[in-house]
């Protein structure tokens, strides 16, 4: 049965994204169907395709009571939309349909796990919401909510857990056919926590234990957890609000932290070898993982900053993009990010110039656009003497540019969006310290409509910004205070 609510849903969703066209939105990167989206949820593989399901305020460019929009992909690229699956429309969620995840029933039905949030006056005359596991069954398009609802209350929670934060469970299935889960909570005190739970079902779910603890290192609140096994190591990610930097670390206060170690199936424990950002850019949040049929792990993230997705107006038809899904390795203890391989099928153009030494401006022959995949790759002319700084600056005209520079002395990377059309005092600029020997850097940038990602030395580290600049700002140039040799491979990337 579908609620009224939901109905509603689609039908507003379906009439007003008439009106946004095709330019208006980004190339090959998932945007809201219309108005607001956050996290993505239930990612996924069902029925020979990815589900991509994500936190929706169809009503709105700007948070309100959350949805589940939905979109289908064979590629990872190029989405279609489905009509929303899920409405706040019962007791247990009246006040939003959180985060969640998504598995295949073993008959054959998608069953979805997500965060049902209620506001309930509490004892002490206070209203809060409440936050409990729910589950929904259906095939693909419509999904019911089950009877069984919600599936973890308060009850499930270890000893001084917070019901108010207990939230965006992800569901893994076990070789056996039984089920993982991992969900974000915090101590009372609002220390963060990911609580490992087990079912036989995907609808009866037993308390395992505690797999990870914050002790207060990372933040307070861990949202939107993620655990899966990777080139022999565990890896858990999870988003801490409100974190402290700490060196080049985790600048963005609610950003992604990666732990990885080991994990003792036996014992169900995960000892923690090394942590690190995920993202060193300024827009990337809530990322969660899906296992494509061969065997590749790939993330996807929210495209987004919480703290500055709301300065936008109110008359923007659509607000928040999901990140390029990315493929993911352990090498040392640490993780890699890179674009994933489907995307070179939108290549298109190549432009290739090796060996270019300069040493102030350079603007090269078709080295432009605003949908672009292009690797550098740069070194100082002079081995003895190193060049002081490179830039690259792209989606540019006379008014503006987005820019990323590296100063081999200092071994940083900076990406500045300062002239991206922003109007606003909110942050423009990151900076990472990246691995260099001897002023050599590799950098993979791909740019869409409204966003850059960018590729360090294959994957190790990663920055991404969102840019709203005007569509005809498509200058891509470079600069060099100091010699510097490079290699450029371009291409358009036609979706
Ligand atoms: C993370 C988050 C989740 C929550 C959802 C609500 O961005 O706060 O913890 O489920 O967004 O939209």
């Known amino acids: 049965m579908i609620s009224q609510s939901l109905r509603d849903a689609r039908k507003y969703e379906e009439t007003m994204e008439q009106k946004i066209g095709k330019e208006e939105r980004p190339g090959f990167h998932l945007a809201a169907r219309v108005g607001w989206m956050n996290d993505p949820n239930g990612f996924s593989r069902y029925d020979g395709e990815y589900h991509l399901f994500y936190q929706y305020h169809p009503y709105d460019s700007h948070w309100g009571p959350m949805h589940w929009g939905h979109a289908v992909s064979k590629d990872l690229l190029h989405w279609e939309y489905r009509p929303a699956a899920l409405a706040p429309d019962t007791e247990y969620d009246r006040d939003?349909?959180?985060?969640?995840?998504?598995?295949?029933?073993?008959?054959?039905?998608?069953?979805?796990?997500?965060?049902?949030?209620?506001?309930?006056?509490?004892?002490?005359?206070?209203?809060?919401?409440v936050q409990v596991q729910c589950a929904a069954a259906g095939d693909g398009t419509d999904y019911e909510k089950c009877a069984q609802n919600p599936v973890l209350t308060e009850k499930d929670l270890p000893e001084g857990g917070s019901r108010f934060d207990f939230r965006d469970p992800k569901l893994w299935q076990k070789p056996d056919g039984t089920y993982g889960c991992v969900v974000g909570n915090c101590t009372a005190d609002g220390d963060g926590r990911v609580l490992l739970?087990?079912?036989?079902?995907?609808?009866?779910?037993?308390?395992?234990?505690?797999?990870?603890?914050?002790?207060?290192?990372?933040g307070r609140m861990w949202e939107c957890p993620d655990f899966f096994l990777l080139d022999g190591k565990a890896v858990l990610l999870v988003s801490p609000q409100d974190m402290l930097p700490q060196g080049f670390e985790y600048h963005n206060g609610n950003g992604t932290l990666c732990l990885i170690g080991s994990y003792d199936e036996a014992a169900e424990t995960f000892a923690e070898e090394h942590h690190q950002a995920v993202d060193y850019g300024i827009d990337f949040y809530a990322p969660q993982t899906v296992l494509a049929p061969d065997g590749r792990r790939?993330?996807?993230?929210?495209?987004?900053?919480?703290?500055?997705?709301?300065?936008?107006?109110?008359?923007?038809?659509?607000?928040?993009?999901?990140?390029?899904?990315?493929?993911?390795?352990?090498?040392?203890?640490?993780?890699?990010?890179?674009?994933?391989?489907?995307?070179?099928?939108?290549?298109?153009?190549?432009?290739?110039y090796e060996n270019v030494t300069f040493s102030d401006l350079l603007r090269l022959d078709g080295v432009n656009g605003r949908r672009v995949d292009m690797e550098l790759f740069i070194r100082p002319a002079d081995a003895e003497h190193s060049y002081r700084k490179f830039a690259v600056r792209?989606?540019?005209?006379?008014?503006?540019?987005?820019?990323?520079?590296?100063?081999?002395?200092?071994?940083?990377?900076?990406?500045?969006?300062?002239?991206?059309?922003?109007?606003?005092?909110?942050i423009?600029?990151?900076?990472?310290?990246?691995?260099?020997?001897?002023?050599?850097?590799?950098?993979?940038?791909?740019?869409?409509?409204?966003?850059?990602?960018?590729?360090?030395?294959?994957?190790?580290?990663?920055?991404?910004?969102?840019?709203?600049?005007?569509?005809?700002?498509?200058?891509?140039?470079?600069?060099?205070?100091?010699?510097?040799?490079?290699?450029?491979?371009?291409?358009?990337?036609?979706?």
């Open 96 to 129: 939003g349909c959180f985060s969640g995840s998504a598995v295949t029933l073993p008959d054959g039905r998608q069953l979805l796990m997500y965060t049902g949030v209620s506001r309930q006056m509490q004892p002490d005359g206070s209203v809060r919401d």
């Open 197 to 218: 739970y087990h079912s036989p079902d995907g609808m009866h779910w037993n308390f395992k234990g505690v797999l990870a603890a914050n002790n207060r290192r990372f």
């Open 298 to 352: 790939i993330m996807i993230g929210w495209m987004q900053n919480w703290d500055t997705c709301n300065l936008h107006t109110p008359d923007q038809p659509w607000f928040g993009q999901m990140s390029l899904p990315r493929e993911l390795s352990v090498k040392d203890g640490r993780l890699y990010q890179k674009p994933v391989r489907e995307l070179e099928r939108l290549r298109t153009g190549q432009v290739r």
């Open 394 to 426: 792209f989606a540019q005209n006379d008014s503006y540019q987005t820019s990323v520079s590296f100063r081999p002395y200092e071994s940083i990377v900076k990406v500045d969006r300062k002239f991206s059309g922003s109007r606003r005092a909110l």
């Open 428 to 495: 423009h600029q990151r900076r990472c310290l990246v691995n260099s020997a001897g002023g050599a850097l590799k950098l993979r940038i791909i740019l869409d409509q409204f966003s850059a990602e960018i590729f360090v030395n294959d994957g190790e580290h990663v920055l991404t910004v969102t840019m709203y600049t005007e569509s005809a700002a498509e200058g891509i140039s470079f600069y060099a205070d100091g010699d510097v040799t490079m290699d450029v491979v371009k291409y358009e990337l036609n979706a």
